[in-house]
Protein backbone atom coordinates (compact mmCIF):
# COMPACT_ATOMS: atom_id res chain seq x y z
CA UNK A 1 0.00 0.00 0.00
CA UNK A 2 0.67 3.70 -0.25
CA UNK A 3 0.27 4.13 3.62
CA UNK A 4 2.63 3.90 6.75
CA UNK A 5 2.38 0.34 7.55
CA UNK A 6 3.30 -0.79 10.82
CA UNK A 7 3.25 -4.37 12.14
CA UNK A 8 2.42 -5.66 14.46
CA UNK A 9 -1.11 -4.12 15.46
CA UNK A 10 -1.56 -5.98 18.21
CA UNK A 11 0.77 -6.96 20.95
CA UNK A 12 0.22 -8.29 24.33
CA UNK A 13 3.19 -9.65 26.61
CA UNK A 14 4.00 -10.25 30.21
CA UNK A 15 6.64 -7.53 32.04
CA UNK A 16 9.79 -7.75 31.97
CA UNK A 17 10.18 -9.18 28.30
CA UNK A 18 11.57 -7.51 25.21
CA UNK A 19 9.32 -6.00 22.56
CA UNK A 20 10.42 -4.76 18.75
CA UNK A 21 8.11 -2.47 17.15
CA UNK A 22 8.18 -1.95 13.18
CA UNK A 23 7.49 0.64 11.08
CA UNK A 24 7.40 1.13 7.13
CA UNK A 25 7.41 4.61 5.63
CA UNK A 26 6.31 5.76 2.77
CA UNK A 27 8.16 5.02 0.11
CA UNK A 28 10.59 7.89 -0.47
CA UNK A 29 9.74 9.89 2.39
CA UNK A 30 12.95 10.58 4.23
CA UNK A 31 12.21 11.55 7.71
CA UNK A 32 10.56 8.73 10.02
CA UNK A 33 8.74 9.51 13.88
CA UNK A 34 7.70 7.85 16.92
CA UNK A 35 4.76 8.71 19.43
CA UNK A 36 3.26 6.94 21.89
CA UNK A 37 -0.42 7.62 22.96
CA UNK A 38 -1.55 6.75 26.12
CA UNK A 39 -5.40 6.59 27.27
CA UNK A 40 -6.51 9.61 28.10
CA UNK A 41 -3.08 11.94 27.04
CA UNK A 42 -1.90 13.66 23.92
CA UNK A 43 0.46 12.02 21.57
CA UNK A 44 3.98 12.06 23.23
CA UNK A 45 7.30 12.42 21.14
CA UNK A 46 9.63 9.71 21.38
CA UNK A 47 12.60 9.77 18.59
CA UNK A 48 12.82 11.34 15.18
CA UNK A 49 15.59 9.80 11.63
CA UNK A 50 16.31 12.03 9.19
CA UNK A 51 17.82 9.80 6.85
CA UNK A 52 19.70 6.95 8.88
CA UNK A 53 20.59 9.05 11.95
CA UNK A 54 19.01 9.89 15.21
CA UNK A 55 19.39 13.53 15.80
CA UNK A 56 17.09 13.65 18.37
CA UNK A 57 16.48 11.15 20.82
CA UNK A 58 15.02 13.46 23.64
CA UNK A 59 11.47 12.25 24.23
CA UNK A 60 12.94 8.48 24.98
CA UNK A 61 11.21 8.18 28.45
CA UNK A 62 13.89 5.75 29.67
CA UNK A 63 17.31 4.02 28.37
CA UNK A 64 14.67 0.77 28.06
CA UNK A 65 13.62 2.14 24.89
CA UNK A 66 15.83 2.87 21.52
CA UNK A 67 15.40 2.94 17.78
CA UNK A 68 16.95 2.34 14.82
CA UNK A 69 16.29 3.03 10.97
CA UNK A 70 18.41 0.85 8.54
CA UNK A 71 18.89 1.75 4.64
CA UNK A 72 16.91 5.05 4.95
CA UNK A 73 13.74 2.93 5.27
CA UNK A 74 12.20 0.62 7.73
CA UNK A 75 12.48 1.33 11.63
CA UNK A 76 12.06 -0.51 14.82
CA UNK A 77 11.30 0.56 17.82
CA UNK A 78 12.58 -1.48 21.10
CA UNK A 79 10.99 -1.94 24.69
CA UNK A 80 13.22 -4.03 26.81
CA UNK A 81 12.29 -5.17 30.47
CA UNK A 82 8.73 -3.66 29.45
CA UNK A 83 7.28 -2.38 32.43
CA UNK A 84 3.40 -1.89 32.75
CA UNK A 85 3.31 1.89 31.97
CA UNK A 86 4.69 1.07 28.93
CA UNK A 87 0.85 0.10 27.79
CA UNK A 88 0.08 2.34 25.15
CA UNK A 89 -0.49 2.82 21.00
CA UNK A 90 2.90 3.47 19.56
CA UNK A 91 2.33 5.38 16.18
CA UNK A 92 4.59 6.15 13.23
CA UNK A 93 4.53 8.67 11.18
CA UNK A 94 6.71 9.66 7.76
CA UNK A 95 7.27 12.86 6.02
CA UNK A 96 8.99 13.82 2.79
CA UNK A 97 11.27 16.25 4.85
CA UNK A 98 11.62 17.32 8.55
CA UNK A 99 10.21 19.89 9.62
CA UNK A 100 7.15 21.89 7.51
CA UNK A 101 5.62 18.75 5.35
CA UNK A 102 2.95 17.31 7.60
CA UNK A 103 3.72 13.91 8.95
CA UNK A 104 1.63 11.10 7.59
CA UNK A 105 0.68 8.69 10.15
CA UNK A 106 0.33 4.83 10.41
CA UNK A 107 -2.12 3.11 12.59
CA UNK A 108 -0.40 2.16 15.02
CA UNK A 109 0.81 -0.82 17.44
CA UNK A 110 -1.42 -0.89 20.65
CA UNK A 111 1.17 -2.48 22.94
CA UNK A 112 -0.38 -4.20 26.56
CA UNK A 113 1.51 -5.16 29.19
CA UNK A 114 0.31 -7.56 31.58
CA UNK B 1 8.17 24.78 27.45
CA UNK B 2 6.20 24.29 24.53
CA UNK B 3 2.50 23.73 24.51
CA UNK B 4 -0.83 22.91 22.72
CA UNK B 5 -4.25 23.21 24.85
CA UNK B 6 -7.47 22.22 23.17
CA UNK B 7 -10.92 22.94 23.95
CA UNK B 8 -13.41 22.15 24.34
CA UNK B 9 -12.30 18.61 24.79
CA UNK B 10 -15.96 16.78 24.45
CA UNK B 11 -18.24 18.74 21.82
CA UNK B 12 -21.81 17.52 20.80
CA UNK B 13 -23.33 19.09 18.11
CA UNK B 14 -26.90 18.10 16.17
CA UNK B 15 -26.56 17.44 12.37
CA UNK B 16 -26.34 20.70 10.96
CA UNK B 17 -25.13 22.67 13.86
CA UNK B 18 -22.19 24.83 13.52
CA UNK B 19 -19.48 25.34 15.71
CA UNK B 20 -15.61 25.99 16.70
CA UNK B 21 -13.36 24.10 18.06
CA UNK B 22 -9.99 25.74 19.67
CA UNK B 23 -6.15 25.48 19.93
CA UNK B 24 -3.92 27.61 22.08
CA UNK B 25 0.15 27.27 21.19
CA UNK B 26 3.06 28.17 22.68
CA UNK B 27 5.45 26.68 20.93
CA UNK B 28 8.99 28.51 20.13
CA UNK B 29 9.95 29.04 16.71
CA UNK B 30 6.93 27.31 15.16
CA UNK B 31 7.07 25.38 12.07
CA UNK B 32 3.26 24.97 11.31
CA UNK B 33 0.43 24.71 12.54
CA UNK B 34 -1.26 21.35 11.62
CA UNK B 35 -4.56 19.62 12.46
CA UNK B 36 -5.60 15.98 11.98
CA UNK B 37 -8.81 14.01 11.98
CA UNK B 38 -8.26 10.61 14.21
CA UNK B 39 -10.87 8.14 14.35
CA UNK B 40 -11.10 4.90 17.04
CA UNK B 41 -8.54 2.37 16.11
CA UNK B 42 -6.91 4.57 13.60
CA UNK B 43 -3.87 6.86 13.50
CA UNK B 44 -4.12 10.59 12.80
CA UNK B 45 -5.34 11.27 9.32
CA UNK B 46 -3.92 14.72 8.24
CA UNK B 47 -6.36 17.74 7.56
CA UNK B 48 -4.62 21.21 7.52
CA UNK B 49 -1.36 23.17 7.74
CA UNK B 50 -1.38 26.80 8.45
CA UNK B 51 1.91 28.77 8.39
CA UNK B 52 0.73 31.90 9.19
CA UNK B 53 -1.15 34.26 10.62
CA UNK B 54 -4.50 35.19 8.81
CA UNK B 55 -3.89 31.91 7.11
CA UNK B 56 -7.24 30.21 6.10
CA UNK B 57 -7.77 26.65 4.59
CA UNK B 58 -11.28 24.78 3.73
CA UNK B 59 -11.69 21.42 2.68
CA UNK B 60 -15.83 20.48 2.15
CA UNK B 61 -17.21 21.61 5.88
CA UNK B 62 -13.84 22.20 7.52
CA UNK B 63 -12.00 25.93 7.13
CA UNK B 64 -9.12 26.34 9.66
CA UNK B 65 -7.89 29.14 10.75
CA UNK B 66 -4.73 30.73 12.52
CA UNK B 67 -3.35 34.15 14.42
CA UNK B 68 -0.46 34.34 16.30
CA UNK B 69 -1.36 32.20 19.90
CA UNK B 70 -4.60 30.30 18.92
CA UNK B 71 -6.20 28.40 15.45
CA UNK B 72 -9.45 27.79 15.18
CA UNK B 73 -11.36 24.26 12.69
CA UNK B 74 -14.96 26.09 12.28
CA UNK B 75 -17.26 23.04 11.12
CA UNK B 76 -20.08 24.22 9.25
CA UNK B 77 -23.10 22.20 8.68
CA UNK B 78 -21.36 18.92 10.57
CA UNK B 79 -22.69 15.19 9.36
CA UNK B 80 -22.57 12.54 11.49
CA UNK B 81 -19.19 11.05 9.64
CA UNK B 82 -17.79 14.05 10.53
CA UNK B 83 -18.00 12.49 14.14
CA UNK B 84 -14.23 11.89 15.16
CA UNK B 85 -11.52 13.56 17.64
CA UNK B 86 -9.85 16.23 15.99
CA UNK B 87 -6.20 16.99 16.85
CA UNK B 88 -4.13 20.06 16.65
CA UNK B 89 -0.33 19.98 16.66
CA UNK B 90 2.56 23.29 16.53
CA UNK B 91 5.17 22.23 14.25
CA UNK B 92 8.59 22.43 16.79
CA UNK B 93 11.85 23.57 16.09
CA UNK B 94 13.27 19.29 15.95
CA UNK B 95 10.59 18.77 13.51
CA UNK B 96 8.49 16.80 16.04
CA UNK B 97 4.94 18.38 16.75
CA UNK B 98 3.66 19.21 19.80
CA UNK B 99 0.21 17.73 19.78
CA UNK B 100 -2.55 18.96 22.23
CA UNK B 101 -5.08 16.20 23.67
CA UNK B 102 -7.80 16.94 21.30
CA UNK B 103 -11.19 17.80 20.87
CA UNK B 104 -13.75 14.38 20.90
CA UNK B 105 -16.60 15.79 18.18
CA UNK B 106 -19.69 13.67 18.12
CA UNK B 107 -22.58 14.81 15.48
CA UNK B 108 -26.16 12.97 16.38
CA UNK B 109 -28.33 12.80 13.07
Known amino acids: GAGVSQSPSNKVTEKGKDVELRCDPI?????LYWYRQSLGQGLEFLIY????????KSGLPSDRFSAERTGGSVSTLTIQRTQQEDSAVYLC????????????FGDGTRLSIL | EDQVTQSPEALRLQEGESSSLNCSYT??????LFWYRQDPGKGPEFLFTLYSAGEEKEKERLKATLTKKESFLHITAPKPEDSATYLCAGGGSQGNLIFGKGTKLSVKP
Open chain 2, 27 to 32: VSGLRG
Open chain 1, 49 to 56: FQGNSAPD
Open chain 1, 93 to 104: ASSGRQGTQPQH
Open chain 1, 27 to 31: SGHTA
